[in-house]
């Protein structure tokens, strides 16, 4: 049938009377009730599907597919055997924590539909059986009839039939685009044209800027660009983050060593001629003490304070996880507007009275200064300068307003440009236009690409006029110079002419101004009998500047290896213009288009994709294609997004990331992180916060894992040795969630090394325990082991107190080696001289606290009897002391020699 489901069909290069033809409709009457009645049935309503997603309850038990949560869970039902219920409780506390966090993340992650639908208009204007009739917005089929109007969103994609000459679309959700686009009934010449440049179609999402417009409805529901685009995000799968795999295989290989070293101590002690039901106590008690078992809940406390310290940096973080993930970024993929440009047009330059001045300030804040050959002037005493500055101040529609200290327009951002640029000056256009009230405006079309409008002055009007300069001078017949008048010449054209090509290289927006003097209001209010004859004043060349601070950002990701990639909807010469002034483009890159790219196999731009730097005009297949080919290649990518357009991306990308201000519902819902200021540098800011998080996280992993090596290694020297027990499972348990927690969670809140930046990001696939770290680790739980031993055996087997007391060294040098051990576990580089003792305050307050609790359990006569410890005597305490730092002190000599021969590298 001719209205049958049509896909792919390039309705822009049909005229009006063809599409509705090919969709049996009428341009005058639109569809009848009946036949509307009958597409709904056939079509649907026009919404947006949802996907079968995951009932919450299956969120939820999905959070316990890990093995080291499973392990935790066994070493809780062991604890509780044991009767420990205090360890069984809190190891289900860390395990259900998790799991809710899990939970929370990945419930909220899958709202990104329910934005979508937000965007659709409830209800639409839609001429039926003749008629103008407001239906449901979900009810408008294909073959549709709509009247759009300014401040209407638009509800299905639709082809433009008719409109008045000032018809705009604000498509920015879409296309990225910052400005209104101008529509045109006129149809395009070339299938293949970017949706941003399809001048006649109008797209569900966007709203209408001004004007009015008929428009045929040509898809509704999944069938327009906003249900390609749902689809897509739907059709991505959420992937586990580095650190949620590392963790997940990390956990597997420390529970194995684990198991078959407790197995082993297992062994050694019953051939020893222990008591089996006793061997098999200790042997549990070691198993259940030798897995971290506060290590995930350790990550997740880190983790929260690390976007905790990222909110102060304008980043709130929505996952968790992707908090780590941050800090292993290898490429930033950026959109350019608002992001890496002030999303503020500024002038830049002014061509008047024959010279070109130079205007400084970026933004739309009123200050800055005009320069000519680099030397400030006055813009009040040059005649044609302050003649283009009353043009662009009475020539305007916009308003600026001041909220708060900050600047900000009201109307087109042009216009925005042109009011602060007379600001500038200390002109005003509210004191401008009590002398010279607006009469009549007609309004800028697309086709005219001109603005006029007409004011009373002195008993006369003046028409001033902006608009493309090559339309402008064509309509010129004086130019104004010097004060005065007079004929422009061909020569003046040709100059002109030049001096708009030369900025326009620039990847400048040049517009013109004239005027044109009546003794009074012309009868004919048309363009054509107005806009002619005109007087020439001069151009205005702006554009969007880069933002300062993002400059000094993309400095600091080459410093620290990541590369940065500008995606934008805007032309090829402007983003590499900007590309350029920010410093973003490297010696031999490229810039490309969406057509260039769409053009490329998968196996030419997965060749190419490294040495492109730039994108402009690009669709959400593109960005979505970018995202996929840079992770093909092993690299961890961030993508920054704002519209609607960006969110499949952003939710591919392994860091999605969504702008705070201008962000679309919808982004932000299937983002990782969302920058609150819509800055670049705070994105830097945030990877700094993630490498320095990661770094925190390795050095509480190497903590608790060596001092967990310690223990071991004790319990398998002394069997080895067929020494009597030297720790009782209560004191393996103790030191394990109580010392050593409270110093594994001050070493979360270590400051960052101030060369964090300098460094390249680590590889994706790089383990939390690379082998040189392994070595360090086994060495200095070897060291922790052989202090706890000495320890036990001076006091045993020298001064012959008997075995309580023996226990009683072994439990405090075991647990005080550990505390002096927290300092040494900062870096495996730096001395703690270097870094300083109290450069981490919380960290000390665990010491000291996880110290009191050791000396309670020693002292206090309840907790002596659960303990089985005894007094010590001053003598005991200095051995304890003694041996204790030990550890510590053989850590900075091996970190004095590796400073001078550099023997290893761990961070």
Not at 199 to 212: E, F, H, L, Q, R
Not at 786 to 798: I, M, P
Request: a negative charge; one cysteine or more; proline letters at 5%.
């Amino acid at each position: 049938m001719a209205e049958e489901k049509k896909t792919g069909i390039a309705y822009w290069v049909m005229s009006p009377e063809e599409v509705a033809s090919g969709l049996a409709s009428d341009l005058k009457q639109g569809l009848t009730s009946a036949e509307a009645a009958r597409r709904l049935s056939q079509y649907g309503y026009n919404q947006l599907q949802e996907a079968p997603g995951r009932s919450p309850v299956k969120v939820f038990l999905d959070q316990f597919k890990s093995f080291l949560i499973w392990v935790l869970i066994g070493a809780a039902i062991v604890s509780g055997f044991l009767g420990e219920w205090v360890d069984a409780l809190a190891i289900i506390g860390i395990v259900l924590l998790n799991s809710v966090l899990g939970f929370i993340q990945e419930f909220r992650a899958e709202k990104a539909l329910l934005a979508l639908k937000k965007m659709a208009a409830p209800f639409a204007k839609v001429i039926r059986d003749g008629e103008l009739k407001a239906v449901p917005a979900k009810e408008i089929v294909p073959g549709d009839l709509l009247e759009l109007e300014a401040g209407d969103h638009v509800p299905a994609d639709a082809r433009v039939v008719y409109h008045t000459p000032n018809f705009s679309v604000h498509e920015a959700t879409l296309t990225g685009e910052s400005t209104p686009v101008f529509k045109t009934v006129a149809q395009l010449d070339e299938e293949e044209v970017p949706l941003a440049d399809r001048a006649n179609m109008v797209y569900s999402g966007t709203s209408v800027s001004s004007g009015k417009a008929r428009v045929l409805v040509v898809g509704t529901g999944m069938n327009t660009e906003l249900g390609r685009i749902a689809r897509m995000i739907q059709e991505i799968l959420i992937e586990t983050t580095p650190l949620q795999r590392k963790l997940e295989q990390f956990g597997r290989w420390i529970v194995y060593l684990c198991f078959f070293l407790v197995g082993l101590i297992f062994v050694l002690e019953w051939l020893r001629g222990g008591k089996l039901v006793e061997v098999f106590l200790t042997a549990v008690s070691l198993a259940v003490a030798a897995i971290p078992e506060g290590l995930p809940a350790v990550v997740t406390i880190a983790l929260a304070l690390g976007v905790q310290r990222m909110v102060k940096r304008h980043a709130l973080i929505r996952k968790l996880p992707s908090v780590e993930t941050l800090g292993a970024a290898t490429v930033i993929c950026s959109d350019k507007t608002g992001t890496l440009t002030k999303n503020e047009m500024t002038v830049k330059y002014v061509y008047a009275d024959g010279q070109l001045f130079a205007v400084t300030g970026t933004g739309y804040e009123p200050v800055g200064e005009f320069l000519l050959q680099g030397k400030k002037v006055d813009p009040l005493a040059i005649p044609g300068l302050y003649k283009i500055l009353v043009c662009g101040l009475l020539c305007n529609s916009a308003a600026l307003v001041e909220t708060a200290g900050k600047f900000r327009v009201l109307g087109d951002p042009t216009e925005g440009a042109l009011l602060t640029l007379g600001y500038k000056a200390g002109l005003r256009k509210e004191t401008l236009e009590e002398k010279e009230p607006l009469l009549e405006e007609i309004p800028f079309d697309s086709e005219r690409k001109m603005m006029t409008m007409l004011r009373q002055h002195d008993g006369q009007v003046i028409a001033y006029v902006k608009g493309a300069p090559d339309v402008l001078l064509k309509n010129c017949s004086a130019i104004y110079e010097s004060g005065q008048e007079r004929p422009i010449t061909p020569e003046d054209v040709k100059k002109i002419l030049g001096v708009n090509e030369s900025l326009a290289s620039q990847a400048l927006r040049v517009l013109g101004c004239a005027y044109r003097k009546f003794s009074a209001l012309p009868e004919k209010l048309e363009a054509s009998e107005i806009e002619k004859d005109l007087v020439f004043v001069g151009l205005l060349a702006m554009i969007d500047p880069p933002r300062p601070e993002a400059v000094e950002a993309i400095a600091a990701c080459r410093r620290a290896g990541i590369k940065p990639v500008m995606i934008t909807g805007d032309h090829k010469v402007t983003a590499v213009a900007i590309a350029k002034e920010l410093g973003l483009l490297d010696e031999g890159a490229e810039a490309v288009s969406g057509e260039e790219l769409e053009a490329m196999t998968a196996e030419e731009f997965e060749e190419k994709v490294s040495h492109i730097q730039v994108y402009a005009r690009v669709s959400p297949e593109h960005k979505l294609r970018i995202v996929r080919a840079w992770k093909k290649k092993g690299q961890v990518v961030a993508m920054t997004g704002d519209g609607v357009n960006d969110a499949p991306a952003v939710k591919e990308a392994d860091i999605g990331v969504a702008m705070g201000i201008t962000g679309t519902d919808v982004t932000k819902e299937v983002s990782d992180m969302v920058i609150t200021d819509d800055n670049f540098a705070s994105i830097v800011a945030a990877v700094e916060e993630g490498r320095a998080i990661y770094d925190n996280i390795k050095k509480f992993v190497h903590y608790l894992l060596s001092c967990n090596l310690g223990e071991i290694m004790v319990m398998f020297l002394a069997a080895l040795f067929s020494w009597p027990v030297p720790l009782l499972p209560i004191h393996i348990l103790w030191v394990n969630l109580v010392t050593d927690g409270f110093p594994a969670l001050g070493l979360g809140f270590d400051p960052p090394d101030r060369d964090i930046m300098n460094r390249p990001p680590r590889k994706p696939n790089e383990p939390i325990v690379d082998r040189k770290r392994a070595v360090l680790m086994i060495l200095q739980g070897m060291f922790i082991a052989l202090s706890t031993l000495a320890a036990y055996f001076y006091v045993l087997n020298v001064e012959k107190e008997g075995i309580v007391r023996a226990r009683t060294a072994a439990f405090i040098v075991l647990s005080v080696s550990q505390l002096f051990h927290a300092l040494n576990s900062r870096s495996q580089m730096k001395s703690i001289f270097e870094l300083g003792f109290f450069t981490n305050l919380k960290l000390i307050w665990a010491i000291l606290v996880s110290l009191v609790l050791q000396l309670a359990v020693v002292y206090v006569p309840f907790l002596q009897k659960i303990f089985k410890t005894q007094n010590l005597t001053a003598f005991d305490w200095v051995l304890i002391f003694v041996l204790s730092s030990l550890t510590l002190w053989l850590m900075e000599v091996i970190k004095f020699f590796n400073k001078e021969f550099r023997i290893y590298q761990v961070y």
